[in-house]
């Protein structure tokens, strides 16, 4: 069965910090796909990047980046000069074809000023 | 572009009711999948449809039902309610559900009492 571990319930940053968000998964997959998502106060879950297993290049959009290591299950996201609006819990996430995603418990990030 | 709409956004039923949540995709998305997220369990999957079937369910009771219909909205309806049934419900769109990445609702808060 897969499985998606999130081990940091909460963090803390300050502004303009960098900070990295663990996630460790377990599936029998070859292919597949992994998210991280972000869900603030007002609920909506954002996709805020998207990783294909085939690809050994790590996604990067913007101040957020990936450290992928397929070998060992891990997908850690890298949020880099963390802004006030970064505020909210973020969500790994795998997808194998089957049109469902398994979700990690959630990492609450707090931005500080 | 519109986003996913969910309606309502609050919903309060007593036990043993039952209930009908609505949920239009983006205007082109096929697929659409529920989710239920509580303090508890975390966020899980409920089932996903495609072209009107369902292609894929997760593990829930039979109480728990959907459809989707040829304008690709979809409904799930909970019957003879639980108060364990409290929780955020989310809809989540993608074009034809290949992973490529869920565009989420605000959900449906549904409270049990």
């Known amino acids: 069965a897969q499985t998606v571990t999130q081990s940091q319930p909460e963090m803390s940053v300050q502004e303009a910090e960098t900070v990295t968000l663990s996630c460790t998964y377990d599936?029998?997959?070859?292919?597949?796909?992994l998210f991280w998502y972000k869900q603030p106060p007002s609920r909506q879950m954002i996709l805020v990047i998207r990783?294909?297993?085939?690809?050994?290049q790590n996604a990067t959009e913007n101040r957020f980046s990936v450290n992928f290591q397929k070998a060992a299950k891990s997908f850690s996201l890298k949020i880099s000069d963390s802004q006030l609006g970064d505020t909210a819990m973020y969500f790994c996430?795998?997808?194998?074809?089957?049109?469902?995603?398994?979700f990690g418990a959630g990492t609450i990030l707090r931005v500080k000023s | 572009k519109a986003g996913v709409t969910q309606t309502p956004r609050y919903l309060i039923k007593t036990r043993g009711q039952q209930v009908t949540l609505s949920c239009s995709p983006i205007?082109?998305?096929?697929?659409v999948s529920w989710y239920q997220q509580t303090p508890g369990q975390g966020l899980q999957f409920l089932f996903e449809?495609?072209?009107?079937?369902?292609?894929n369910k997760g593990n829930f009771p039979g109480r728990f039902s959907g459809r989707q219909f040829s304008n690709s909205r979809s409904e799930m309806n909970v019957s003879t309610l639980e108060l364990g049934d409290s929780a955020l419900y989310l809809c989540?769109?993608?074009?034809?559900?290949?992973?490529?990445?869920?565009?989420f609702g605000s959900g449906t808060r549904l409270t049990v009492v």
């Open positions: 990783q294909e297993a085939y690809k050994q």
């Open positions: 989540a769109s993608s074009p034809d559900g290949s992973n490529y990445g869920y565009t």
């Open positions: 996430a795998l997808g194998e074809y089957g049109n469902k995603l398994v």
């Open positions: 205007s082109g998305h096929r697929s």
């Open positions: 449809y495609f072209s009107e079937t369902q292609r």
């Open positions: 599936t029998s997959e070859n292919n597949y796909y």
